[in-house]
């Protein structure tokens, strides 16, 4: 198993335990018992991951070894649930205590395997072989010397290598000279100037030490450095906002001072980690302030300074790390500072201060390329994941600030696109000269594009801008496509992605409904899906990253035309022809795709976007239900919903050959579609209709044992569920279970309900070549036998003899109790008869399991809470029903016993 996997399955357990420590204290039990029953699944599937290699190496050395089965586990895990429903104490002590019984013994029996396996291996593998895998496995992997390092792997180093205990100290350190500055300021009698100049002193000794020991440690000189220069800028915000040092200039100036010290320092050393601690403490600095906030105007033009030392640093030497630091804390820290604080009159100012940001950026970029020109390539390598994206950031973060900022001005919005185009222009020009940064000039000169393809949808107003946006996307994204352009396509699905957000703004802020605008606004989601998937050429460029951007284009499409469409037809048949007209679109367009030879860049939308349709439809069912039953207000709707459905089958089953690549996706969408349609057979019993179709479905792929693919929609673990939900759910929601019943077995809810039991039972003989575990398919086995015949005796008993039907009275109702200890017995007999017969062991299991839980249900239930003359039955039937299966249905012997044999 690999150690990821590993820690995570650990760090899972002890959360479940965490958790439902605190649940427990704050008397949520329900939460405790749901924990602990994850925590009990999570071990078993734990374990059994351990097992199953285990497993795999006895057969490749031809060892045999027979694992303990984990049907008592799952059975002591049911007795603890059912305790739980009912609240017994004592059934739950019992449950977790064959549970943890029964998990030893597995443990014990697992350990003793590997044992077995370990001695088997040693006689087989040489010494020599085994040293040497052992050699192998323990060596530390290689790593080129030549590697570069990442933004990430340079932080780990800084935080996790070196001396630990060192850049401890230095933080703790720090954290005591602000609590030691917050002190002398409240409490201290010297007046507060004395304090902070007594403060400053020590700082600059601190500093001046540090520099001292430069050439003996150099580690500790640059902590000790740091250290210092941290306490002067920490002293320096405090002085100044206590009012010691009156003046904004003054205090500049004094910052200025420490900022030149600061540079001087790191340039003379070399030492990028102090110009990134002195960064940092600058940057936190203002948070550390006992008075006052500053405002947005101070903060931002504080920043400002930091990016202009920032900027010295990286001009003379390629520190690229500072660069995207500082960007990143700019945008984040400073610009969330400015959106919070920042107030309408001081726009113009922080427009220019953002404008000031901007510009030292887009220079830090610039310089950048001329530094890469200047190096031998393997040691300034260009990075396009930061170092693009830095140069491609910077500009557009600042644009959208500023575009923001004076978002109803749009001539001054234009012209600020236009100035960033001629910006860029400039720089393309400057920067192609160099050949070696080809790709950075090249870079300007998309920027320039980009920035001239916003002024269009920028002039036109209101809802008309996201018509823009959204044509000019579609435009870009063709072109993209054709001239195979990476940073187009990027544009393009930039551009469709702020025409949908400035929709919900139109949406809301208008006075009317912008019905043309979401028209289009759909049809050009829908039209780039499809013209990426026309030409082998165009499917060729699309990555997954540009599949999921379009299975949301698809999703926001579909939703669109679903609202059009009901505002487009009027009357009560709107929502059939809202939900056809769109499957419809659908299955036209899927149909076009797959002559246009379209794969997994149309298959996957598709599938995503028509989720839409199925809530719609939920929706519209729900709406028209009315005491268990579906009334349609016309037959037209009835059609309709079928019709619909017929078209959302064909939509997953074409093309076939998806169902063998995605069978989960395409049996879901598959059953989910021919369950609508079946809706509309019978409304009177929904639960009956609804898997009309679906049955029919299945017995058909049953038939087609010459072409078994058809069965692989049953193998699903999707269609799984759905059965298994639909088991649930039927038997205590239907409330029309007994419509046309005539006698038990033969009435339209027991004939549906024994078919389903069928399909399921064959469906988990399908999960055996699906390597799905085998204890759990044999609870599941065991449970819905059990759930449904009983079901099937209940509404027998409830129609002849008046009895308690989906209520708590039928746990003591006696004439209930004794029916099930006879029904469930007799199942145990004729499973467990004819597994003897046909020397199956595992089915025996099965009957034994059934025959286990009669036990328990004796012992907890009948003893306690039936009359006396049923309580007798009980017991006698149960045993006369259990000595029989002694006598003629033997346990079958293992197979390994019968081949000695």
Known sequence: MPKGQSEIRIIWLMVLTIVAVVAWFFDLK?????????????????????????????????????FTSKVPLYISSIVAIIGMSLNWSWLIGLGLTCWIFFFLRWLRRLERYVQQIQSRLQHVVSPVVLQNDLNTATSPPSHSSHSEITLLEQIKQWIFQGNPVLKVAVLVLVVGIILLLRFATEHWQ????????????????????????QRKNRSFSLALEGLGLAGLFLTLFFAYYNHIIPHIYSASLYFAVIMLLTLYLSLKQQSIELALMAMIIAAAAPFTLPVRDANAVEFVAYYLVINVCVAILTTLRPWKILNQIAFLMTVIVAGSYAFVHGHLQERDTLALLVSAHTAVFIWLGFRFSQLLAKQDVEQFKLKPALDIALIFGAPIVGYIFLYLMYFEKTLWQAGLSLAFAALFAVLYSLAKRNQSVYLISQSYFSLALIFISLIPPILLENEWSVIGWAIEGVLIFVFALYRHSTISRYLAIALLIVAG???????????????????????????????????????????????????????????????????????????????????????????????CKATWSWLIPKWVGVIPLYFFALIFVINRSHLGEIVWHSQFERLGMAIAGILLSVLWLRPSASVKLEKEWVSLGTLLSLALTSLSLVPTMPYISIMILPLVFCAWCYSQKQNPDWRIFWQTRSSLALVLLWIICSQLFSQHAFEYYVLPVLNPFDLISIAILAGFIWMLSLQLEQDMDRGVIAVLSVLSVLWLSSYVVLRA?????????????????????????????????????????KHLRPLWILGGSILMLVTLKLVLLDLSHIGTLTRVISFLGAGFVMLIIAYIAPIPEAESKALKS
């Open 30 to 66: 329900v939460v405790t018992y749901l924990c602990g029953l994850a925590f009990v699944m999570s071990v078993m599937h734990y374990v059994d991951a351990l097992q199953q290699p285990l497993t795999n190496l006895a057969t490749q050395q031809q060892i045999s070894v027979q």
């Open 190 to 213: 010297l007046s507060l100037a004395v304090k902070l100049a007594l403060v400053a002193a020590v700082s600059l000794v601190v500093t001046g030490f540090g520099v001292f020991l």
């Open 501 to 595: 957000l400035f929709s919900l703004y139109y949406w809301v802020d208008l006075a009317y409904f912008p019905t043309t605008m979401y028209w289009l606004l759909s049809l050009s989601y829908v039209a780039v899906v499809v013209i990426a998937n026309t030409h082998e050429k165009f499917q060729k460029q699309i990555t997954s990253s540009t599949i999921a951007f379009f299975s949301l284009l698809l999703i926001a499409a579909t939703s669109m035309l679903l609202l059009l469409l009901l505002d487009y037809f009027d009357g009560q048949h709107q929502y059939v022809l809202a939900l056809l007209g769109v499957s419809l679109t659908y299955v036209v367009l899927n149909e076009v795709l797959l002559r």
């Open 797 to 837: 008993l409830h129609i002849y003899f008046q009895t308690p039907y989906n209520e708590l009275a039928i746990w003591g109702n006696a004439t209930i109790q004794l029916s099930f200890t006879l029904l469930w017995v007799s199942l145990a007999f004729v499973t467990m008869n004819y597994a003897s017969q």
